[in-house]
């Protein structure tokens, strides 16, 4: 048995402690506002099961266009691109099912003025007590402009690609180190009467007839240095 004057200690003491866990729990909210409101990246909350938005923080607003107001009465299936949503919508499905660790996922919105922009999103899952999920927390990026300089280099690429293929002049892509043919272009193989497989079999000293092995090495050093070199040979 607990002596009487304890009880009433124990007691007295009990709205203290709910007071300071209230006061603790305030701190907590507000830390975790602070860091959802400022961030330089978008955060949402969504419920788990819809994917309503719950909460939003100002840069995801900028990305996407519309305001919290709006986005509050939307899910984010409804701003995704419309070639994007099946994918990621399975991807998200499954997350939340249990079936893959994490979600993350490059994706378009559609913004409210009709412009496309690319984001990177990585969630992460609350549980309510049971287990289940309950909200998911997601961080999103706007990489736009990664996107646009990665499809410039690709185009670079295929523009580079095709003129090097259809050239009527032979070229070649050549290891400064070991001197091996790494690529070449239909006109260099024909001219030497390899196929372009082959080619790629050889080196540049298999290759040249009227140069000695000692000068091919120095234009190679000249060409690692920097130095543009053309000379001529006969095969």
Request: proline share 3%; with cysteine.
């Amino acid at each position: 048995h607990v002596p009487f004057r304890e009880l009433q200690g124990i007691v007295g003491n009990a709205p203290r402690h709910a007071g300071q866990a209230e006061e603790k729990l305030r701190q907590s909210e507000a830390h975790f506002r602070a860091l959802f409101e400022a961030g330089a990246v978008g955060s949402v909350e969504c419920d788990a099961q819809t994917g309503q938005f719950l909460r939003v923080n100002r840069k995801m607003c900028e990305i996407v266009g519309y305001s919290a107001e709006e986005l509050l009465t939307r899910n984010f299936a409804e701003i995704t691109y419309p070639a994007d949503r099946d994918y990621t919508l399975g991807q998200y499905q499954d997350f939340i099912a249990g079936k893959i660790p994490t979600y993350e996922v490059e994706k378009r919105y559609l913004r409210k003025d009709g412009a496309i922009v690319w984001v990177s999103v990585t969630s992460t899952v609350l549980y309510d007590q049971e287990g289940r999920p309950w909200h998911t927390v997601a961080v999103i990026q706007d990489i736009t402009d990664r996107k646009h300089a990665e499809e410039r280099l690709r185009e670079s690429e295929v523009q580079f690609r095709t003129l090097f293929e259809q050239s009527p002049v032979g070229k070649m892509i050549v290891d400064y180190d070991g001197f091996k043919v790494m690529d070449c272009n239909r006109a260099a193989a024909k001219m030497l009467g390899y196929s372009e497989q082959e080619m790629t079999t050889l080196t540049i000293p298999d290759l040249e007839a009227s140069h000695s092995l000692a000068e091919i090495k120095h234009n190679g050093e000249l060409l690692k240095s920097g130095h543009h070199r053309q000379f001529q040979t006969l095969y």
